[in-house]
Every structure is written in C-alpha cells, then in structure tokens.
C-alpha cells in the first residue's frame, strides 16, 4: 500500500472523459485543500480492509505522494453488517501535503476501475457571526413568574417572553418557545442524548457537567475512539474536546446550554430540556462530537464520522448549527446526486439506526442559515432533515436568517438590531467557556484580544436550532414518561406541527439591520416560507398526551366551544351539572387568572391577563341530571381534558397550521 511505483495508472477502459466525470459526485466549492473521498467497488474494498490495496490505487497515490489512505468509518465488528448496508464500510480518506489541490487529483482517482466515486472533502460553516457579549453585571434573581432559581432565567426572553419593553421597544409577547409552563410536565430525562456536532462543549463547566453524556463502555467498546468519555474530538482523532484553541468560540458550550444546561442549581441560565433537580439527575444528556477545532476541521468526512459515532452510541437527536452556504446546492435532485456521498449515507444511517425507548430511529435538526437567502442550506434543505429558521424578540423573522424552501421550522434566533435598539440582550443568552477564548471582531475574525465570558449572548441560526432540538428532547423526554412510542417519522410530524402562526404578523416592514444599514426591512417576502411556524414545547407535550390545544387572547374574558371535545349535543351535555375543577394556584398564575374558569351555555369562560398556557378538565353528566338520584336512574359523568394556551396575538385560525 502506498508503494514506490511513480508509474501512471491506465485510464478507465472506456477511455471517455465521461466515464470519469460521471463518477465525481460534487464540486471543488469550498472544497478542503489536502485530502478528498473516494469510495471504492465491493472487490476494492474488500481488499483494502485486508491490506491488500489494488495496485493501480497504489500507484497513483504514490505518484501524487500521498501521506495516507484510510477508512473514513473506522471498522466496527459489531456494526460492520449495517455499515455495508449503507456504503459506509467503502469510503476512504485520502490526504496529502496540507496546501496540495484536489482537484489535481479527482480526475486521475475516477478513472480507476475499482473507484466507483470521488468526492471532494467539502468544508461547512458555522451558522453563526461568532461573536459574544457578556450579560450585564449584577443582575437580579430570577422571575417570580418562572419556575427555577437560575438567576439569568429572566433574560432568556426566548423561553418565556411576556414582551417586555425594557428588553426592546419592538418586543413582542410570546414570541418564545412556550417552555415555562411545559416544564410543569417534564423537564428532560437522562436516557435522551442529544449529539452536538459543533465545537468542543465544555464538559467542565458548571452549568452543563451534571447533563454531559458519559460513556459507560470508555476504553472497552473496541470502537477505535480511545479516551471517549463524553464524546469525541474528531477532528484531532482523539477524546481530549477541547473548546479554547485559537479560533474557536464558545459556540458549542453556548449551543449546549440552550439544550440542557442544568436548570435549578442556583446559577447561570437554563436549558430547554435541562431538568428540575438541580443536580442533574433527570436532565437530557449532552455527547459533544467535536467536529470543529480552532481553525480546523467542519469537513465532510468529519462530519460523518462523528454522525455514525453519535447513532452507535444511542444518541436520539443530532443537533447541527453547521451547512453549506445556501445556493452551494440548490434542490433535492442535485443533493441526491451528492446522496450517493458519505455524508447523505452518514444520515441515513444516523436516521433509521438512532433513537432510545420513545422512538424508532433518530432526528437530525441543522440550522438554515444566514445568508438572508430564499433557500435553506444543504444538507439541513434536505427533505428527511429539519432546517431551522430564525426569529427575533418581535416575533418576526431575524434580518440574517435563510427562508424559503427546505426550510421547516423557526425559532429565536436573536437580533442585535431588534426595533429602535442595538442591544446584546435581544440575543440568546447561554453557556460560554470558562476559559479563555478569542474575541471576534465585526469580521468575525478573531481580535488579538481574549476573554473568559462564562455566560454570553450569541446571534444565529445556530442558536435558534438548538431550540429546536432542546423541544424535541423535551418532548422525547415526555413520551418516555408517558409510555408513548413513535416511528422516527411519526415523531417528525408531531414537532413540525407543534408551532404557533407566523405569517398573520408578516405584512408592512420591520426597522432593522437590512442591505448593511438601518432601514426597513420588508416582511411579505417571508410570507408562507419561515416553516410550518414557530416551535411550542406546551403543543409538543399537547400532542403527546393526545391533549386538544384552544388558543385564547390575554386581556378579555372569552368563551371556548367545548362542542369538539364534547361532541354536537354539547350545549346540552353541559347543561346537566357542568363542573371545572378547580386550577391550583400555580396553574392559575401560569395565565394569570383572577378567578376559576367556569363553564356557561355550553362554553367554558376564561379571563387570562398573562401569556402562558394551563390544562382545564371540564365534566358533565349524560344520561340524567344527578349522579345520586334516588327516584330516577343516576347520570354518568364524563370528562374531558382541554389545553389553554394564552398569548398576547392570536391568528384567525387559532394558531392552528
């Protein structure tokens, strides 16, 4: 292997320029310099799994000086039978001096019989300006109004939004991912692992050590990963995550923390699906794939690597704040061209294989962008995968985020420029390293300068998808606990249609960032192409327990049809006995309910004068007028159970899709 012959291979038998080009699966665009991806014939690989690389591969490599030539997937017995299923057992990394150009080299590479593709080793971006702030100085204890005691809890505005003003002139009142009042259900549960494919999380950071997935098996699973406690750095083959080389950027710890940093422990912020305890013993699990390191890595063979790594070793979800610059790749024909690549493989396999107890398979969640273009980035577009768009504390899409097709679903995202105002605070607040880090300048390169931020706010795609993938763990969290059990795409469509309506709001303009300066940007152009609208955790858990959601407006009382929960004959159904049972006091302050719901002619009455969203049980009687009738038969009382959710704007639809 890698011999000393320099002589050149024999062209294809065809001889055709054709039959060579045909077996390049994609571009050099953004391609890395220094190594590319070949995928070899059965007969080819079987020989280069024993040693025994076929000759004129072994010439060529050696006449292009080639360092090395290596499986992309290292060999796992225990897995090897699927891998062949999906192709991944055939793909091999090639590399080369770092500056040497690939491109020399593909054409040469496809023309060998026992090469049946080459791609070349494209590197994707961070979905991210990767600049930080840090939270002001001595701020207060959390919100009565909230459940735990994290002090920052108050600024994350993207939990819980009751559209403060102090916040920006432009806040909008549930413009938020409706997290407070789900957490009453669930908070997360360890046997869910989301995979983050980012830079190294800090597993030692106080806010997220006690939610960091550890390997149970490390050093005993004879996978190849040495040293994987808490997951793997696959860019410097090793299981030391690092997180504080020169260029990085805290933007895997900050990714994390939006997750599942540990919620209750008295500091810093929360995660969606952090837990209750305080100690970590029912939050989600982090496993931290490091696929970018400093200025290194992001690359597609990366990529697929940590994605196998993370579907073998029981993650549910794949969190990605990563892509292609949109445009690279432009509709789902010419990605299933590139489909025939390892990274489309890597996802396939971590999609069918994935999963825990709740479900059949795994989810992968990638940001759309930030190009403010009219399509989502590969592989995020793709049409299996959730791409996720970004909004600001107004509830209106963010002036950098993608839309359009491929794009599934949105979330905050933050804006610095929200309204009249610049303002960290309009950003997501989240974990940061608590080591030294490079600052990034408005180019987003590093300063010179560096800081220890430990908290910090951050704009993005990248951090309104891991929004997306903190409801879904939420909501895995709450099947488990429920004793539901889903198909992978069973699962997808309950998370696609757990949002509230966006486009009611998208007509006029919004003053932002737009065209590199302060002016209005136009809404009617996202109009029908943020998503299926913005993601609930409440209507998650909603549709997991089988619970109907009616949407009421905060500031008037209001009566709710009860006719579809009690059939055609409601109005007479509750006229015999009608009862509410009575909210706990909590459950009352959830909406700000003044006094206990009733039920009228039919309808159930409420006043809420506070976003939020609350479960009413409403009963009945059917067949008679008592339920202790001495004289006559007695009725049998029937219950039904209703979803509250009160927000500040509410579409003609209810906020139904």
Not at 14 to 20: E, I, M, N, V
Request: aromatic fraction near 8%; charge should be negative; charged fraction near 20%.
């Amino acid at each position: 292997m890698l011999g000393c012959s320099k002589e050149m291979p024999s062209p294809a038998p065809d001889g055709t320029a054709g039959y060579a080009e045909a077996k390049i699966i994609n571009t050099p665009a953004e391609a890395a310099e220094g190594s590319i991806l070949v995928c070899l014939d059965g007969e080819g690989a079987a020989g280069a799994l024993s040693g025994a690389l076929p000759e004129d591969i072994d010439s060529l490599l050696a006449a292009y000086d080639a360092v090395s030539f290596e499986r992309v997937i290292p060999y796992d017995v225990r897995h090897e039978e699927s891998y062949r299923k999906y192709g991944l057992d055939r793909w091999y990394r090639v590399t080369f001096a770092p500056d040497f150009n690939p491109e020399l080299v593909a054409p040469a590479l496809a023309r060998l019989n026992a090469v049946d593709k080459v791609q070349y080793n494209t590197r994707m971006k961070r979905t991210s300006d990767l600049k930080s702030y840090a939270p002001a100085a001595g701020m207060a204890s959390a919100s009565s109004q909230l459940s735990f005691n994290d002090p920052y809890l108050k600024d994350q505005w993207h939990y819980y939004n009751p559209g403060d003003m102090a916040l920006s002139t432009n806040a909008r009142a549930g413009a938020d991912v409706n997290v407070k009042d789900a957490w009453r259900l669930t908070a997360g549960d360890p046997h869910v692992i989301v995979a983050v494919l980012d830079e190294g999380v800090q597993y030692t950071h106080p806010d997220l050590a006690a939610n960091m997935w550890t390997n149970p098996d490390v050093n005993d699973d004879s996978d190849g990963y040495k040293d994987d406690l808490h997951g793997y750095n696959f860019v410097a083959k090793s299981g030391q995550i690092t997180w504080d080389k020169p260029g990085d950027s805290g933007h895997g710890t900050h990714v994390a923390g939006t997750i599942a940093a540990v919620n209750n422990n008295g500091i810093g912020v929360c995660g969606i699906a952090g837990g209750s305890s305080g100690n970590g013993s029912d939050g989600v699990r982090i496993m931290s794939c490091q696929v970018f390191d400093g200025t290194d890595g992001g690359t597609t063979d990366i990529s697929s690597e940590a994605i196998i790594y993370a579907a073998n070793m029981g993650a549910s979800i794949l969190q990605c704040s990563f892509g292609s610059l949109a445009g690279t790749v432009t509709n789902d024909a010419d990605y299933e061209n590139r489909a025939q690549g390892i990274e489309a493989q890597a996802l396939n396999y971590f999609l069918d294989n994935a999963g825990c107890d709740a479900i059949d398979g795994g989810i992968a969640i990638f940001a759309s962008g930030n190009e403010s273009q009219s399509m989502a980035a590969y592989p995020g577009a793709y049409r299996r995968l959730v791409s996720v768009t970004a909004i600001g504390c107004d509830n209106l899409p963010a002036n950098y985020t993608n839309y359009g097709y491929g794009c599934d679903i949105a979330a905050p995202g933050g804006e610095y420029y929200t309204g009249s105002t610049y303002s960290e605070s309009t950003c997501i607040l989240s974990t940061m390293p608590t080591e030294p880090i490079d600052e990034v300048g408005t180019d987003g390169q590093p300063t010179g300068s560096q800081t220890v931020p430990e908290y910090g706010y951050m704009q993005g795609t990248s951090m309104a998808c891991p929004h997306v993938s903190g409801v879904a763990a939420l909501g895995l969290s709450y099947a488990l606990k429920m004793g539901r059990h889903y198909t992978q795409d069973q699962f997808m469509s309950l998370l696609l249609t757990s949002v509230n309506d966006i486009d009611h709001l998208l007509s006029g303009s919004k003053r932002t960032m737009y065209n590199n300066s302060i002016s209005q940007m136009p809404l009617s152009p996202f109009k029908g192409k943020m998503g299926s609208g913005t993601i609930d955790a409440w209507r998650l858990l909603m549709q997991i327990e089988g619970t109907p959601v009616v949407t009421v407006k905060v500031g008037q009382e209001q009566g709710v049809s009860l006719e579809e929960f009690f059939g055609g004959g409601a109005s007479s159904v509750l006229l015999n006995s009608p009862e509410v049972e009575p909210l706990e006091i909590d459950e009352m302050n959830a909406i700000g309910l003044l006094g206990q719901p009733y039920v009228k002619y039919g309808k159930l009455y409420i006043h809420p004068t506070r976003i939020g969203s609350v479960k009413i049980t409403v009963s009945a009687l059917v067949g008679g007028d008592s339920e202790n009738a001495s004289d006559t038969p007695s009725g049998q009382r029937v219950k039904r159970e209703v979803s509250i959710m009160a927000r500040a704007n509410v579409s003609e639809n209810g906020g139904w899709l």
